[in-house]
């Protein structure tokens, strides 16, 4: 992952990053989101992390990078064993990606009303993708 976040640290303009399958888990998560802290304004547009295990700590530190992922078009956390107080973080900054209007967070382990709460009090024009 510290090669990722270096690429990261060079390349403002990506737009698409997949690093789905990747056993990234939640120090890996902390490492892409440091880097793209470091990186600013990111003009990335599709970040799809899924299946990686990311699980409420990785989910996270993950929130936090999001922020500056303003121009975010969709953002796929499918399959990462992400509970309530993950989903929590990430529903957190929603209301700072204004161009999102794709999350997918599939096959974790939430329970269902916490995506409705999030989904009504900070997200009302995102497309919710669950089960």
Request: with cysteine; proline share 1%.
């Amino acid at each position: 992952m510290v090669s990722l976040a270096l690429v990261l640290l060079r390349c403002g303009s990506l737009l698409h990053l997949d690093v789905s399958h990747n056993a990234v888990h939640a120090d890996g998560a902390k490492t892409l989101t440091e880097a793209m802290s470091e990186q600013g304004d990111l003009a990335l547009r599709h970040f799809e992390i899924g299946c990686n295990r990311l699980e409420d700590a990785g989910a996270g530190s993950l929130a936090e990078g999001l922020a500056d992922c303003c121009e975010m078009e969709e953002l796929i956390l499918e399959q990462n064993s992400i509970g309530e107080a993950g989903i929590a973080a990430v529903a957190a900054v929603l209301d700072r990606i204004p161009q999102l209007q794709l999350l997918d967070v599939s096959g974790n382990i939430f329970q269902a009303r916490c995506v409705c709460v999030s989904r009504v009090c900070l997200c009302a024009a995102v497309c919710w993708r669950t089960l």
